[in-house]
């Protein structure tokens, strides 16, 4: 099957490829002719007669050649692409949205700078058939050196852009950098090494008229030893592989999407549609976000009333409880929080914003005159904020202490 062998994928692409650039060289070089003089212009202007009502065939040169710079434009975002897709390998597991690390040949990099700067240079030779069509017509002096020195320094300015491009970072590299930071480097030794001798200069002279020889320059220390450093443990990275891709791809898209909105819109289309579409959208929206904000103050109030009321309902007051059934730390709470009630009703109630000890303090104030033990409330409230704030444990002894401590301050509370 010879016509099988032949048209293969890698041959369908690559004749693709090959008419695609034919037609870009084709409309690239029609433009560049319809930049130039046309021979009825250029008999109107021998004639003398370009004042007069000669009708002559009109070329808008300033569109030719921004259509002419949106083709390399174009043409250059689709080679970078594609010279992207040539380090893609689906065998490693990577894909569109994971390429990093993409391999690029040499010879790839080699061609697209090249497709740039030929770009450049039909730039500039379309400027100036602009220059020279328009200086023409209009009859303006223009000297020779112009048109003669236009490609030297049109050559130049690409030379010079090329060595830039050449330092930009390519690789995981940054030459221009490293320049930079040689250069810096340098400058700086070299001024230091001028100080320098300046001061053995200045050293030298004093030592001449003083007649005493100059002071021996002190040994340098010695450098400290190294430090070292600690091992940084690997940074883990939240964000999955594709992520980086993915936001690529979701700019490019915004960015081509926009940029086909501007390109419609200019060809006189409308996207009322669109403008539609968008708007209901928008609709949707604010009902959805008026609907949550309606369920937020409405709904939720009322459950939280519902369970202020079913806790309130279903807590048992403290002196329904029963010591017998109680475990040690709960019996440590029921014997502070039966305090703190007692006080209350005796007419020292617990402030909200003191803390158990602040409170211990006004109360043993209240109570040291009467009780036998002064430290009593204090070791109570020690117990209580051991069990509270430490989840502290208690043995069955020092329960029953507690137990007559708070049967003596429950005794004083009552008279």
Request: aromatic share 12%; charged share 15%.
């Amino acid at each position: 099957q010879p016509l099988g062998t032949l048209l293969d994928g890698l041959f369908v692409v690559g004749a693709l490829i090959v008419a695609f650039s034919w037609m870009l060289a084709t409309s690239t070089t029609d433009d560049l002719l319809r930049m130039a003089l046309q021979p009825d212009e250029l008999f109107a202007i021998e004639a003398d007669r370009i004042g007069e009502l000669v009708r002559t065939s009109y070329s808008d040169r300033p569109a030719i050649l921004r259509g002419l710079v949106t083709r390399w434009v174009v043409g250059g975002i689709v080679l970078v692409i594609f010279a992207a897709g040539l380090g893609l390998n689906f065998t490693s597991g990577r894909s569109l949205f994971t390429m990093t690390q993409s391999a690029v040949g040499p010879s790839v990099v080699a061609a697209i700078v090249v497709y740039f700067l030929a770009g450049l240079v039909l730039i500039s030779h379309g400027q100036l058939a602009i220059l020279r069509s328009r200086w023409t017509i209009d009859r303006v002096p223009s000297a020779a050196a112009v048109l003669r020195n236009w490609p030297f320094y049109a050559l130049l300015l690409l030379i010079i852009i090329g060595l830039l491009a050449a330092l930009l970072p390519f690789g995981g590299t940054f030459r221009l950098a490293q320049i930079i930071g040689f250069t810096i480097t340098f400058l700086f030794s070299l001024i230091l090494d001028f100080f320098r001798l300046l001061t053995m200069l200045f050293l030298l002279l004093i030592s001449l008229l003083t007649g005493e020889a100059p002071p021996a320059a002190e040994e340098p220390p010695p450098p400290p030893p190294p430090q070292i450093m600690p091992e940084v443990p690997p940074q883990v990275n939240n964000f999955p592989d594709w992520a980086g891709g993915a936001l690529f791809w979701v700019f490019m898209a915004l960015l081509l999407g926009y940029a086909a909105y501007i390109y419609f819109s200019g060809k006189g289309i409308r996207f009322g549609w669109l403008t539609a579409l968008w708007q209901m959208l928008l609709a949707r929206w604010r009902l959805l976000r008026g609907a949550y904000q309606t369920w937020v103050h409405t709904r939720l109030p009322s459950l939280q009333r519902e369970e202020k009321t079913q806790a309130g309902g279903g807590r048992i007051p403290l002196s329904r409880w029963r010591l017998g059934n109680l475990g040690s730390e709960q019996r440590v709470r029921y014997f502070y929080l039966t305090t703190v009630e007692r006080a209350k009703e005796s007419g020292l109630p617990r402030n909200a914003s003191e803390t158990p000890r602040q409170y211990a303090l006004r109360l043993s104030e209240r109570l040291a005159p009467e009780l036998e033990d002064s430290e009593a409330v204090q070791t109570l409230t020690e117990a209580f904020v051991r069990v509270r704030y430490s989840r502290g444990t208690f043995e069955s002894t020092e329960v029953s202490t507690l137990q007559r401590v708070w049967e003596q301050i429950r005794r004083h509370l009552r008279l």
